[in-house]
């Protein structure tokens, strides 16, 4: 498992913030020594890797200079000092995508991000998705024919496949989709890719984004995958929130780019330069962004910006107004008097919040 995919998975899970997490892992005390060293390797990683070199010259300043003069202080416990370290690249380079954590186990994997992962490490990671179920949170048909996924992030493709088009396969008879992106934060763009192949048709190529990394000085293309078999090309919403953040953003981006879906919600958080986590020192990890996303279309991104919905409503109101804008489509396409009086009454549910909740009834013998 190379590093970028571990530190991927640890932020999409979001383990290191969880109470469980705290209370099994009492505080770890950090000395004055330990600050200065892992500065010290957090500015030369930076002014290494980070995309925009000038900016990692800046924060790499700011950093030290609050090192000097012993700004860090009073962050005696490594948790507070990461935290301190990761609002410090945030602030400084006004990129949301920095991060630092405490995790000693991350500095005992190979350094080098290309390598090819142990079996342990990918069947650990095959576990780890699974356990996350795959990213997808919820698969369901809402009334009317409505499909719904709600994906909650992207890992890596080779271990989401066949999930994801088993997923995409329960859709495939519903009349439209919405595909909830509102607390998604992100992951591989491979996976991205992977999930949107299915909302294009066979032969249909499309050229979805391109990712410059810097320590590599290369650019990378991601495209539809051609060999998806479950293709859906029925009308899809997208449903967007401040919380939808990096990959979750490239989703919406790409399929409103490409002119596929209509999106409702909010503004994203503005996040479109990947990267992958550098080991510090003395079990520190920070994730650097490396690179930045270069949309074909557009040939810019959404950082600092977010993508703008095509129809804004409050995020909490997004499903309700995609579905009935969705039911309003089918009522005017509808010819049958008995169809359409049911589409009515339920766009009247829908926009009400008065859709009733699924109710047992034992049969009656």
């Not at 005992?108 to 390598?115: E, G, I, L, P, V």
């Not at 010819?335 to 926009?351: G, N, S």
């Amino acid at each position: 498992m190379n590093n970028r995919n571990s530190l991927t998975l640890a932020v999409l899970f979001a383990v290191s913030q969880s109470p469980a997490f705290a209370q099994e892992h009492p505080p770890v005390p950090v000395d004055a020594g330990t600050q200065h060293a892992v500065v010290a390797e957090l500015a030369r990683q930076l002014q290494s890797n980070y995309v925009f070199p000038d900016v990692a010259t800046k924060i790499a300043k700011s950093l030290r200079a609050k090192d000097a003069s012993g700004g860090y202080a009073g962050a005696t416990d490594a948790e507070t000092f990461a935290k301190a370290l990761g609002n410090d690249l945030r602030s400084a380079g006004q990129d949301l995508h920095f991060q630092v954590n405490y995790e000693p186990e991350f500095g005992q994997h190979a350094q080098d991000s290309h390598a090819v992962p142990s079996h342990e490490e990918a069947e650990r990671m095959r576990k780890d998705v699974a356990n996350y179920g795959y990213g997808i949170e919820t698969v369901r048909r809402l009334p009317g024919n409505v499909g719904y996924m709600d994906v909650r992030g992207f890992p890596p493709a080779e271990f989401v496949g066949d999930a994801v088009t088993s997923a995409m396969k329960l859709l495939t008879g519903t009349d439209a989709l919405i595909l909830d992106l509102r607390r998604n934060g992100g992951g591989e763009p491979d996976g991205v890719a992977h999930l949107l192949s299915h909302f294009f048709a066979v032969g249909d190529l499309r050229h979805l984004n391109d990712i410059y990394n810097r320590p590599d000085n290369t650019t990378r293309q991601y495209w539809t995958n051609p060999t998806v078999t479950v293709r859906y090309d029925k009308p899809i919403y997208v449903l967007t929130s401040k919380r939808t953040f990096s990959g979750g953003e490239e989703a919406a981006y790409d399929l409103q780019t490409q002119k596929r879906a209509t999106l409702v919600g909010e503004v994203t958080g503005g996040g479109a330069n990947p990267g992958e986590g550098y080991s510090l020192s003395h079990g520190f990890v920070a994730f650097i962004p490396n690179g930045r996303s270069i949309n074909p279309i557009t040939h810019i991104n959404w950082e600092h910006t977010g993508v703008t919905p095509d129809i804004a409503v409050p995020a909490a109101d997004a499903q309700k107004v995609a579905h009935a804008a969705i039911l309003k489509t089918l009522l005017a396409a509808s010819k049958d008097p008995d169809e359409k009086a049911e589409l009515q009454e339920l766009i009247t549910q829908v926009e009400a919040d008065r859709l009733p909740a699924p109710v047992y009834v034992p049969r009656q013998r």
